[in-house]
């Protein structure tokens, strides 16, 4: 695999920056659903609004947990995996939110 061949600091920094991403992306993403709900009834009239408002609802949710989770200090830990099986389960997350991303604009766009 690829990351099995990462140098330690090379999976830090990796994983610090595709982190970084994932967030900024994550924290992004209302402002994308709202921005998509607005396209899509100016685009489609009459049509659901399903997806983004769903997204919008999981985001709400998941930030919920997000809160409750770092107050349980859960997500501490000094003798945790190596970087390298870190910067693996880092980059799904990242993927995920770029799909999200994807499909909130798809769904909002004209149709042909």
């Known amino acids: 695999m690829f990351?099995?061949?990462?140098?330690?600091g090379g999976a830090v920094a990796y994983v610090q920056f595709v982190s970084a991403c994932t967030t900024l992306l994550w924290l992004l993403l209302p402002v994308a659903a709202i921005i998509s709900i607005k396209r899509r009834r100016r685009n489609r009239p009459g049509e659901t609004l399903l997806f983004p408002g769903l997204v919008l609802a999981a985001w709400v949710v998941m930030l919920c947990w997000v809160v409750w989770y770092?107050?349980?200090?859960?997500?501490y830990g000094e003798n945790g995996p190596p970087p390298q099986a870190v910067a693996?389960?880092?980059?799904?997350?990242?993927?995920?939110?770029?799909?999200l991303h994807v499909a909130l604009i798809l769904t909002a766009r004209e149709r042909p």
């Not at 990351?3 to 330690?8: E, Q």
């Not at 770092?70 to 997500?75: D, E, K, L, N």
């Not at 693996?88 to 997350?93: E, G, I, M, S």
């Open 70 to 75: 770092f107050f349980t200090g859960a997500w």
């Open 3 to 8: 990351f099995d061949n990462m140098s330690f």
């Open 88 to 99: 693996l389960k880092a980059t799904f997350p990242l993927l995920v939110v770029i799909a």
